[in-house]
Structure formats: C-alpha cells, structure tokens
C-alpha cells in the first residue's frame, strides 16, 4: 500500500447524507495491487458515467465497490466497471459511500486490515441486524437512486430500469439495499464475490446475479443459501461458480474464467432486455 494524493473527481456529486458521525480522520488514497483505493470516506458521492447518446439503452447501474467497509477498491471494482457498462449502453454511477474509520497512518491503516482478514477461513457471523449495522452505508445508496431517478431526464435514464452491483462488502450493500432501503427499490441486482447467506426474500424481490470463485478465502465455504432463498421465493436468479479466481478479481484480466464474470453479467442484463431501449 502507498499513499497517494486525492485524486480530482471532477464529475463527483455530494450526496445529501451528510458527514459521517463522529469522524475525525481526513478521506485519504492509496494505490495497491496496481489500483486505487480510498479510505476514511466521511461524504458519499456519486460519479456518472454517461454511455454515448446514440447507444444509450435508458439502464442504469449504482456500482459499490468493495474493501471491508475500511477501504474502497475505486478503478478495479469502480470505474473501471462503470466505463465498461458505459460502453454497453448502460449509464452506470460509482457510489462512494461512508466507510468506517481507519487509523490515519499507512502502518495503522495496514495492520487494520490485517486484523480484519486474518480470520478469513472462519465462517462470518450472521447475528448482527444489516439493517442496522449498515445504516449509513444503505442510506448513502437510496440518496444514490434517488439522484438518479431525480435526474433521470438529463441522464436519459428510465428510472423503473435502475440496478445496482457490488463487489465484496460492496454486494453486502448491494443485498441490504434490496431488502432494507425502502424507497431505493434496484430494478436488479448483481451480487460479485459477496456472503451467499440465506435471507429472507420479499415476494417483489429484483432479479439477482451472482458470481463467486470457488477458492474465495472469504465466501466459498459456508454454503448457497442465497440462491436457495431467491429459489425458494421464486424469484429470477443466476449464479456462477467459477473454479479459481480467489477475491476481489473484479476486472483484473487474470488467467482465470473468473475474468468472463462481466461477459456473463452483460449478456444477462441483455437476457432481461436491458441492453436495449425499452419498447
């Protein structure tokens, strides 16, 4: 991990949520893994990132990258993402939501992290409330889909053909925001590398993508309970199981069929006729 400036976000939007209660630590970035990351985030924003007029399809996706709630994996599970929905017709808008706090220093700030996941093969604990425990971050993504629908005509977007995808503690989000955000109401949703833990499904539940690799150190080994639960409510679902690929694969171009997960994602976007203007 090594410090960087703040990037400039030129096209980022404050969102209406406010500042993180009861932070103290600046928002701060570094680079890792040959990518971006931010921290420390205490003001959510949304950046677009409009597809060319002429193949815009009226879609659009809230993407939520991931990072353990601590960090925000900002180009590989961010932008990088929105530019290649973009390039689909699709308009898509990275959501950087509050995180939790972190130590200032670089050397705090890893030893965090390291705390964090060195638990990584135990099972995750299912007690806590998402409802609740991810408040701010929910509340950060219904103020995401209510700008976008509230600017839906400049952004040529049709705000019934909304969704939202998320990457690790980002389809955490993703998951919450469909079962507990309210007015948010994702038109579908894309679940990359998230907790396959059974829930509850709500008989108008989203139409739900998945993509997991079976050697993830964090989520492959506690069960589908997800997709039974969408299943059992008979509600759409599809889910991709990919031999290796480990985490966070997000659009690293690695040797793994894990790198097709976007292919596989678009083409059932396509399946569910968003790749193309609504008739």
Do not use: C
Request: hydrophobic content about 45%; aromatic content about 10%; charged content about 20%.
């Amino acid at each position: 991990m090594v410090p960087i400036a703040t990037p400039a976000q030129p096209g980022a939007i404050t969102l209406d949520t406010g500042p993180l209660p009861g932070a103290t630590a600046k928002e701060a970035w570094h680079s890792q893994y040959g990518s971006v990351f931010a921290r420390n985030v205490t003001v959510a924003t949304l950046t677009p990132f409009l597809p060319d007029p002429s193949k815009a399809t009226g879609a659009a996706v809230i993407v939520a990258p991931g990072g353990g709630f601590r960090t925000l994996s900002m180009e590989n599970e961010g932008g990088d993402v929105a530019k290649a929905l973009a390039d689909k017709g699709v308009a898509a808008f990275v959501l950087k939501y509050r995180l939790n706090p972190t130590p200032e220093d670089m050397p705090g700030f890893e030893r965090s992290m390291t705390e964090m996941f060195s638990g990584a093969a135990r099972p995750r604990p299912t007690s806590q409330d998402p409802s609740v425990m991810l408040a701010p971050q929910i509340a950060d993504a219904r103020a995401a889909f209510a700008l976008v629908r509230a600017r839906a005509g400049e952004w040529h977007v049709d705000p019934d053909r909304i969704g939202m995808v998320g990457f690790s503690a980002g389809a955490m989000l993703t998951l919450s925001t469909a079962l507990y955000g309210q007015d948010a109401k994702p038109a579908f949703i894309g679940d990359i590398y998230g907790p396959l833990t059974a829930v509850t499904v709500p008989a108008d539940a989203p139409p739900l993508f998945i993509a997991l690799a079976s050697d993830d150190p964090f989520f492959a080994n506690n069960g589908f309970g997800l997709i039974d639960s969408w299943r059992a409510a008979k509600r759409p679902v599809e889910f991709h199981l990919y031999e290796q690929g480990g985490h966070g694969f997000g659009m690293y171009q690695k040797e793994t069929t894990s790198t097709g997960w976007f292919d596989a994602f678009a083409r059932w976007l396509g399946m569910h006729g968003y790749l193309k203007p609504k008739a």
